[in-house]
Every structure is written in structure tokens, then in C-alpha cells.
T-cell receptor, first 113, second 114 residues
Framework: GNSVTQMEGPVTLSEEAFLTINCTYTATGYPSLFWYVQYPGEGLQLLLKATKADDKGSNKGFEATYRKETTSFHLEKGSVQVSDSAVYFCALSTREGNNRLAFGKGNQVVVIP | GAGVSQSPSNKVTEKGKDVELRCDPISGHTALYWYRQSLGQGLEFLIYFQGNSAPDKSGLPSDRFSAERTGGSVSTLTIQRTQQEDSAVYLC????????????FGPGTRLTVT
């Protein structure tokens, strides 16, 4: 089946620091990969996506590259802001699975001024 | 344009009662999904509707859960004889099937079973 693994635990860092959140996956079929973000008190929003190997998704200064050889889709941002504090979810979908999303557990990111 | 809407935003119910949760997808989106977000289980898929096809119910946790989608638009998720473990945020998402299958989420219904 399809599954997504995110690194354990919350991430706390200072403003302007570099952020990395690891994500690895297993999938039946060829997955599309996503990062969703949930800001405090708000709903899930798509942050970025990639639909084939070596594609790079990017948005709001965040990037992630679809690495088929390592089955990974790590999220990075070079200089975080307090407004980036949120929960970040890695997810995948496949056509064989009716494109339903399989999510990782999520990572709470707290950016301190 | 209007996004996915869900109602009610919060629902508190007594154990054993039935509840109905409503989802209005984005106009023109043919695919509709229900997910559940809980502390213990994270985000889980429940059910999927696509046009007039039979729904994919493979994520429903028990036969107390059911859902329907009328006229290819509004969907209702029904939980019968609610249990405390049903307490969670129920999320609805819709998408166009063409393109990159991006799903747009509603704000969710927070269900608390006392």
C-alpha cells in the first residue's frame, strides 16, 4: 500500500534559519507528491507539488524535489519567518488509489523571532 | 471563487446519537473526498466519490459510517450510534480529475462525542 513517513517531532528554529523537513514514501504505482500546510486555526492548504521524478515544486520560498531513486520529497526553505509557523504534511496520491491522499504524521514548525 | 464549505463547523453530540456532516464542494469539481484528522491516527482517508461511479468506501472504519453525494455536488457523511473514538475533525476535499489532481480542502467539522 501507500504510505508516507515524516521525521519525528516538532521543529523549533530561529527566524532566518534554514528549514528541512524529511519525507520518504512507499507507493504502489507512480505517485504524485505534495506538501500541505495547516496554519493555526486554518484549514489544510496545498503548499507545493511534483508529479514526476526530478520535478521541483516551489512556492512561498519553499522547495521540494521528487527523488525517485531515494523515494524522498524533502521540504526546504532557506530563511524562515515567524509567519511560517504551522504544521506541515507530506502526502502522496496515485491513480490506482483514486488519487486519495496518504499523509504523513505532520511536523509542527515553530519559528522564534 | 467560493471554496469548499462544510457545516456545521463544530458539533457536540452524546454517545449513541447519530450525526450528519455536510460538504459543499467547489462548483465543477467532479471528485469529492472525506478524510478524518485525529490526534491518534493523523489524517486518514474515508471515502471517495467521482461523478456517477460507485464510491470508494475502502477507508470507512466501520459500518456505522456512511456517505452519499446527491446530484454530483453536495455530500453528507453520516455517523450512526456515535462513539467517543469518533471524535475528530472531519475534512472534505474536492478536485478536478484532469491535471495534477490537486485537492482543495474545506475548513472541517470538529466532532466531539461526549
Amino acid at each position: 500500500g501507500n504510505s508516507v513517513t515524516q521525521m519525528e517531532g516538532p521543529v523549533t528554529l530561529s527566524e532566518e534559519a534554514f528549514l528541512t523537513i524529511n519525507c520518504t514514501y512507499t507507493a504502489t504505482g507512480y505517485p504524485s507528491l505534495f506538501w500541505y500546510v495547516q496554519y493555526p486555526g486554518e484549514g489544510l492548504q496545498l503548499l507545493l507539488k511534483a508529479t514526476k521524478a526530478d520535478d521541483k515544486g516551489s512556492n512561498k520560498g519553499f522547495e521540494a524535489t521528487y527523488r525517485k531513486e531515494t523515494t524522498s520529497f524533502h521540504l526546504e526553505k532557506g530563511s524562515v519567518q515567524v509567519s511560517d509557523s504551522a504544521v506541515y504534511f507530506c502526502a502522496l496520491s496515485t491513480r490506482e488509489g483514486n488519487n486519495r491522499l496518504a499523509f504523513g504524521k505532520g511536523n509542527q514548525v515553530v519559528v522564534i523571532p | 471563487g467560493a471554496g469548499v464549505s462544510q457545516s456545521p463547523s463544530n458539533k457536540v453530540t452524546e454517545k449513541g446519537k447519530d450525526v450528519e456532516l455536510r460538504c459543499d464542494p467547489i462548483s465543477g469539481h467532479t471528485a469529492l473526498y472525506w478524510y478524518r484528522q485525529s490526534l491518534g491516527q493523523g489524517l486518514e482517508f474515508l471515502i471517495y466519490f467521482q461523478g456517477n461511479s460507485a464510491p470508494d468506501k475502502s477507508g470507512l472504519p466501520s459500518d456505522r459510517f456512511s456517505a452519499e453525494r446527491t446530484g454530483g455536488s453536495v455530500s453528507t457523511l453520516t455517523i450512526q450510534r456515535t462513539q467517543q473514538e469518533d471524535s475528530a475533525v472531519y475534512l472534505c476535499a474536492s478536485s478536478l480529475l484532469t491535471g495534477a489532481y490537486e485537492q482543495y480542502f474545506g475548513p472541517g467539522t470538529r466532532l466531539t462525542v461526549t
